[in-house]
């Protein structure tokens, strides 16, 4: 089994390279993107039962055995988002890779859209699967560098210069990063996952308390909590569909996933976490209200995702089994509705012309299917049942109750947010799909892939967002074995020995 | 090196069939420099062989496909600087990307072979060779993992001098016009 565990990085990895020697070959190019991605969602669904039936699986890279070599673990919970990313990277690459189909015609090869995305998708294997705090940092860059190619691709100058934001804080809190694995190797000695858990106690109470705040900050900065969530609503928007798409799925919730394994992995804590409360609840609200003042639609949802990333701090912040497994349960189903709006908005963006709400109207009557694809996914969103959002909501909100009184007022917070959540996306309703339809806004510059006014689709690109819906309904129909997987999960993360003794073998239950 | 009008045999007897540095042909007389044309044609080749020499000492000294890969992409940074990107994309007619294709397939590739054997990933293999008049050369398998390494890096570097430095010398060009 840990033969499989190394392939969801090397292959997509394989296929980057595959991709660049066929340059010229754009079907080829297509084929090695879809089959690569369709072989790791394979794999991940096998580790996914395999972890869940007999515990962590461990691949040790070069027969080195850690603490001294570099350990690759899938457990429950890493297995699990590494499946639903990969179901959202597939869908998504179909999406794109349609939409090259009608801008640029079937034989348009590209040497550096596919193979950044595959890298991408490597980056983030890389990310939920290490066991080396090390090898973490490397897998983020791997991901934001390819990230850095994809946003300022084939586009105006314009949004080059607001994607130079994106990249300046991602290297800023790279460098952030670095600085924190430096400490936590000068004081534990080792940059070992399971090794720092088994050793951080004797590190002093202040500067575990430092380490813990460093690495919180470097998460927070990539998984935009407010307050250093302002990079996010002005550079997302500036990307093409399908790349914010991949963007708004994936990245805030692998630097969440960094954020919940080094926090309840390597800081044991008793007792709900009173920072990360107020964090949740600033970011929530932030985000809530910052979407009611939007008009541009990209900027809405990015206000939204951020305003979401505070539902799955909560469920940090209450630090136990339940809440954790809700946290898990919440990102596996934000993961898929955040990128199949953006899908969304990108198919909204090309049947109008404009990305301003004001603007457009009408849809409804001229593309239904458009208005059915937006409604499922904003009702997921919103939380309301019977959707996935309300089977992972309910979770955190019981979590929260039965966890004290401050945690119980934060799940009021909770269904403050879902409410503003449902009054921004009903507002994004009325403006777009209700009242008459408005001609499409022309396209003024044919170089820039942001806005499209071609009003030219594919059956494929909603054929492919219907595909995410539907991974979302699956969401909500297998929420059943889906909350007994995260609820293992969530006893898992918090009890740590499991992963310990997987990794580091009998010497790591201490 | 200049083009002579009509060389007379005796003066051409070791006159090179190609010029070695094309900048004669490509560059204004102005930015050329003999200095660094000649210390390139001394430096250039050997630079390379040392390149070699670091990739293959790799495993156990000072080295390796990164180092190596590095040191051969100097090699081409100073060529670039003495003849420019015309006489760079004479003596490099491979494309970078497909370089950097092949070297990273090439990596990827060998850290995936041990899993067929039931080792784990990026695990290596010493063969021993016994080769006649040389004795016994070893070889561990992580070298062609270095090779793959080093090919990726000189693809990335020449790949930068193409597409970086062919803009420079466009806006040098263009600043030349105006002035």
Same mark, same amino acid.
């Given at each position: 089994m840990s033969a499989l565990l190394a392939l969801p990085v090397l292959l997509p990895m394989l296929g980057a390279a595959l991709t660049v020697l066929a340059g010229r070959s754009a079907a080829l190019q297509r084929a090695i993107g879809i089959v690569t991605l369709t072989a790791v969602a394979v794999i991940a669904a096998v580790l996914l039962v395999n972890a869940d039936a007999g515990g962590p699986i461990?691949? #040790?890279? %070069?027969?080195?055995?850690?603490?001294?070599?570099?350990?690759?673990?899938?457990?429950?919970?890493?297995?699990?988002?590494?499946l639903v990313s990969t179901l959202v990277t597939l869908a998504v690459l179909v999406y794109a890779i349609d939409q090259r189909i009608v801008d640029y015609g079937r034989g348009a090869a590209s040497t550096t859209f596919h193979p950044m995305y595959l890298m991408l998708c490597a980056g983030v294997s890389l990310a939920y699967l290490t066991g080396d705090l090390f090898t973490l940092f490397v897998a983020f860059e791997l991901m934001l560098t390819a990230s850095y190619v994809l946003i300022t691709r084939r586009t105006s100058a314009i949004r080059i210069r607001a994607s130079m934001t994106y990249v300046t804080v991602s290297l800023m809190s790279s460098l952030l990063f670095l600085t924190a694995i430096a400490m936590v190797y000068a004081a534990t000695g080792t940059v070992n996952l399971a090794d720092i858990a088994g050793r951080i106690d004797t @590190?002093?109470? %202040?500067?575990?308390? @430092?380490?813990?705040?460093?690495? =919180?900050?470097?998460?927070? $900065?990539?998984?935009?909590?407010?307050?250093?969530?302002?990079?996010?609503?002005?550079?997302?928007?500036?990307?093409? %569909?399908?790349?914010?798409?991949?963007?708004?799925g994936l990245l805030t919730k692998v630097s969440f996933y960094a954020l919940l394994r080094t926090q309840t992995l390597l800081f044991s804590r008793e007792e709900p976490w009173t920072l990360m409360l107020v964090l949740a609840v600033a970011t929530m609200l932030v985000g809530a209200l910052g979407a009611l003042a939007q008009n541009d639609i990209n900027r809405l949802l990015s206000f939204l995702l951020v305003s979401h990333i505070g539902f799955m701090l909560f469920g =940090?912040?209450?630090f136990d089994a339940a809440s954790v497994s809700g946290a898990a349960l919440y990102a596996a189903h934000h993961i898929t509705v955040l990128a199949t709006l953006f899908l969304v908005s990108g198919l909204i963006t090309r049947r109008t012309g404009t990305v301003a709400l004001d603007q457009m109207?009408?849809?409804?009557? @001229?593309?239904?299917?458009l208005a059915a694809l937006f409604a499922i996914p904003a009702m997921t969103l919103a939380g309301l049942p019977p959707t996935a959002g309300f089977v992972a909501k309910l979770a955190l909100l019981q979590a929260g109750v039965a966890a004290g009184p401050w945690p119980t007022v934060v799940a009021g917070v909770v269904v403050v947010a879902s409410l503003l959540t449902l009054y921004a996306l009903v507002r994004v309703w009325v403006r777009v799909f209700w009242g008459e339809p408005k001609p499409p806004i022309p396209d003024d510059d044919p170089d820039d892939e942001v806005i499209v006014g071609t009003a030219r689709t594919s059956v494929p690109m909603y054929t492919a967002t219907a595909g995410l819906v539907a991974v979302?309904?699956? $969401?909500?129909?297998?929420? %059943?074995? =889906?909350? #007994?997987?995260?609820g293992r999960a969530g006893t898992d993360l918090l009890d740590g020995g499991p992963y310990r003794s997987a990794v580091l073998g009998a010497e790591g239950e201490r | 090196m200049t083009q002579q009008e009509d060389p007379t045999p005796f003066e051409s007897w070791d006159r090179p069939r190609q010029a070695w540095l094309l900048s004669g042909d490509c560059r204004g007389v102005r930015q050329r420099t003999l200095l660094l044309e000649m210390t390139t044609r001394a430096l250039f080749p050997t630079v390379l062989v040392f390149s070699l020499y670091l990739l293959l000492v790799g495993h156990y000294g000072p080295g390796g496909g990164f180092a190596a890969g590095l040191v051969a992409g100097l090699a081409f940074v100073l060529r670039y600087i003495a003849g420019g990107s015309e006489d760079l994309g004479a003596v490099v007619r491979i494309r970078p990307p497909v370089l950097v294709g092949t070297g990273l397939a090439v990596a +990827?590739?060998? *850290?995936?072979?041990? +899993? !067929?054997?039931?080792?784990?990933? +990026?695990?290596? !293999?010493?063969? *021993?060779?016994?080769?006649?008049l040389l004795g016994t050369i070893a070889v561990q398998t992580s070298l062609f993992l270095d090779v793959g390494v080093y090919l990726l890096i000189i693809g990335v570097v020449i790949d930068l001098l193409r597409s +970086?430095?062919?803009?420079?010398?466009r806006d040098m060009r263009e600043e030349g016009e105006q002035a």
């Open positions: 461990v691949a #040790e890279l %070069g027969g080195w055995a850690p603490p001294v070599g570099i350990a690759l673990v899938a457990d429950r919970l890493s297995a699990l988002l590494l @590190v002093p109470p %202040g500067l575990r308390t @430092v380490l813990g705040l460093m690495l =919180l900050v470097v998460f927070g $900065i990539k998984a935009a909590i407010v307050p250093l969530h302002f990079w996010l609503p002005d550079s997302y928007p500036n990307a093409p %569909g399908p790349v914010a798409a991949l963007f708004a =940090l912040a209450v109207g009408g849809l409804a009557k @001229v593309s239904p299917a979302s309904l699956a $969401i909500a129909v297998f929420a %059943g074995p =889906l909350s #007994e997987v995260t | +990827l590739l060998v *850290a995936v072979v041990p +899993l !067929a054997f039931g080792l784990p990933v +990026l695990s290596s !293999a010493k063969w *021993a060779l016994d080769v006649p +970086l430095g062919s803009g420079i010398e």
